[in-house]
């Protein structure tokens, strides 16, 4: 039996509020929102993330990204727009149904990521290219 949450939303069974929809792709307002109009976009065909989503099927999820980005610049004259996916439970994937957030970002909005960085590792960039030879 599947339990997925956002399978449930795109059979219907569980509530959502739709942005856009076609035959692949459905979009719909994350419920705990970072931001107004903080969406996310997914396959309607179950894939865990993006270890496991056929290339063809990522295309049309991603080109709905693009459209939902578009939809909010030219109806909301949104300019600012973050795009996270997150793939696996150490990359903080919660929902294991792949989806991207389409997050609308403004100054001041207190939302601003921040990465640790390493500058030492570029010392090693040879080494890690060498690897994936
Ligand atoms: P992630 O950490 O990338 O897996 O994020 C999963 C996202 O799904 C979170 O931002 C949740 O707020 C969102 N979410 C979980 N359940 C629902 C739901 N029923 N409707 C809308 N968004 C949801
Ligand atoms: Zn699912």
Known sequence: ???CIFCKIVKGEANSWKIYENEDVYAFLDI???ARYHTLVIPKKH???IFDIPEKELQAVIAAVKKVSKLYEEKLGIKNIQIISNSGAEAQQEVFHLHFHIVPRK???GQNLRWV???EWVNDFDN???KIQ
Do not use: C, L, Q, V
């Open 117 to 119: 960085t390493h500058s």
């Open 128 to 130: 890690m290219i060498e």
């Open 32 to 34: 705990h929102p970072a």
């Open 47 to 49: 894939y865990t993330n």
């Open 107 to 109: 100054r001041g909005d």
């Open 1 to 3: 039996m599947n339990t």
